[in-house]
């Protein structure tokens, strides 16, 4: 079966860094990208980052670009976020996901992991 543990959340100040892991199994990163996903109290889902290792690409939502860098593991099938300059806009739960290959995008093919609640303080 398909599995997505995310990990790595917790409490930081404004400015501060987290990285945040994605351990997966039951697929191939031939067949799904991984992107990270991320709710906050009352808000809609957002996606911000999807890294998928056939299409060769990365890419980033605007409000964390320069901020946020995507990476991947492939041996150990893990995904990381590394988070820099954090700010209280990006508290959220964290999801990761295994999504579409080319357009990095939930699709009914989709599966979702379990979330890891980051809060940054003011």
């Known amino acids: 079966d398909v599995q997505l543990q995310a990990s790595g959340g917790g409490l930081v100040q404004t400015g501060g860094s987290l990285k945040l892991s994605c351990v997966t199994s039951g697929f191939s990163f031939d067949d799904f990208a991984v992107g990270w996903f991320r709710q906050a109290p009352g808000k809609d889902l957002e996606w911000v980052s999807c890294?998928?290792?056939?299409?060769?690409?990365?890419g980033y939502a605007d409000s964390v670009k320069g901020r946020f860098t995507i990476s991947s593991d492939n041996a150990e099938n893990t995904v990381y976020l590394q988070m820099n300059s954090l700010k209280p806009e990006d508290t959220a739960v964290y999801y990761c996901?295994?999504?579409?290959?080319?357009?990095?995008?939930?699709?009914?093919?989709?599966?979702w992991g379990q979330g890891t609640q980051v809060t940054v303080s003011s």
């Open positions: 996901a295994a999504v579409d290959h080319l357009a990095c995008s939930l699709d009914a093919r989709s599966f």
């Open positions: 890294i998928s290792k056939r299409a060769g690409t990365t």
